[in-house]
């Protein structure tokens, strides 16, 4: 019987479970920057975000504007703002307009829109861009060239983060944020349908003043206007007589005169007048013709100057009223007869008539002013200087 021996061999050993300390360092350098990556993600998409917020704003806030203008084509010149902006960095209320209330009010509420000030949390302004500023720019129309008045409207306003680059150079609210890379803008072209005239683009300073003071008709000699010289015709009668406007040349006439003759408006010649200028004859149109915009004051009246509790009654005065100081009437007045004014000046809150011219006006005439009209059955001495003026 043999004895079997068993033979001794090593344990056999398995190998280790798990990470290795280095494995576990390289799996959290790699984890975290994948989270760096994806929170930059998350912060370059709300940025983006935010940028298309404040975009979507600004056209809002852009056309906003535009629809006033649509509504209010005569803002002209009244209401440019290209360098000096509506908004950021600016006072409410301050944007005067003032030949056009209308155009004031479109402003000022366009300014509350750039800043926010119609929607608030607790006393933040929000609803709005971020140092939004607006501009308006008016390019007048050019009969000679065909091309229709324009308005641009702008909305610049603060980015979020730099970008390639802003709005060009001389832009609106170029420069004003540090950057040109944080520049932020929108605009629109805004077409007239035919020319407009703005508030600010008054009639020129008259040369040749006339005034029309009664209601018949009065026989005006021919006239010829030539370069620089600007008739003016004011009051309430009608304008009876022959015009020529050559180039340069211009006609103004105020809405209570009527027109009877033949004009003609020689290319590069003006023609200014409000809405209600009556016009009865022939015209021949080969300049300008100007048309005073709703709500602008061509003609405006200066003060009376009086107190109306120092004013004597007015009412029919009979006979020569011979007046040695200056008077004031607070109703209207008939005079029969001519008053002697002796170079006074006499102040009438309502109308005037005036009955017979003979024998002069005595001392050198005077001044008649009135806040209504002046009617008169004989033709006024040169001596006597007819005004209106507001009570």
């Not at 479109?106 to 829109?113: G, N, T, V």
């Not at 009438?348 to 005036?354: A, F, M, Q, R």
């Amino acid at each position: 019987m043999s004895l079997t021996i068993p033979s001794l061999q090593a344990p056999k050993v398995k190998p280790s479970q798990g990470f290795t300390l280095i494995e576990v360092l390289v799996t959290l350098v790699i984890t975290t920057i994948a989270l760096f990556g994806i929170v930059e993600l998350q912060n370059r998409s709300q940025v983006a975000s935010l940028e298309a917020t404040q975009r979507a704003y600004a056209e809002v806030i852009a056309n906003n504007m535009s629809e006033h203008i649509n509504a209010n084509p005569g803002m002209g010149d009244d209401c440019t703002f290209a360098s000096s902006t509506a908004g950021w960095g600016t006072t409410a209320n301050t944007y005067t307009c003032s030949a056009n209330p209308f155009a004031q009010y479109s402003i000022r509420q366009w300014h509350s829109l750039l800043v926010g000030a119609n929607e608030k949390i607790g006393t933040t302004q929000i609803g709005t861009v971020k140092d939004g500023q607006g501009c308006i720019q008016y390019t007048a129309p050019n009969t000679a060239a065909g091309t229709l008045g324009k308005y641009t409207v702008s909305v610049a306003w603060r980015g979020f983060q730099k970008s390639a680059s802003g709005g060009p150079v001389g832009s609106c609210g170029h420069g004003d944020y540090g950057n040109s890379g944080l520049h932020r803008l929108v605009y629109s072209d805004i077409y007239l349908s035919k020319p407009t005239v703005a508030c600010s683009q008054q009639p020129p300073t008259a040369t040749l003043p006339v005034v029309v003071i009664t209601q018949s008709w009065v026989n005006q000699p021919s006239r010829v206007i030539n370069s620089d010289q600007v008739l003016v015709v004011t009051g309430a009668g009608n304008y009876n007589g022959s015009l020529t406007v050559r180039s340069g040349g211009h006609v103004v006439v105020s809405g209570s005169v009527g027109i009877f003759g033949s004009v003609n408006i020689n290319s590069g010649g003006h023609y200014w007048r409000t809405s209600t200028t009556g016009f009865t004859g022939s015209l021949a149109m080969n300049g300008t013709e100007h048309i005073e915009p709703e709500g602008c004051n061509w003609f405006p009246l200066s003060d009376c100057g009086v107190n109306v509790n120092s004013c004597e009654n007015g009412g029919t005065i009979s006979g020569h009223d011979n007046r040695n100081s200056d008077t004031c009437f607070k109703e209207s007045v008939n005079w029969t007869k001519h008053p002697h004014m002796n170079g006074r000046t006499l102040t009438i809150l309502g109308d005037v008539t005036i009955g017979d011219c003979g024998g002069g006006f005595r001392g050198g005439g005077g001044t008649i002013r009135t806040t209504g009209y002046t009617t008169a059955t004989c033709s006024l001495p040169s001596s006597v200087t007819i005004e209106r003026c507001a009570q």
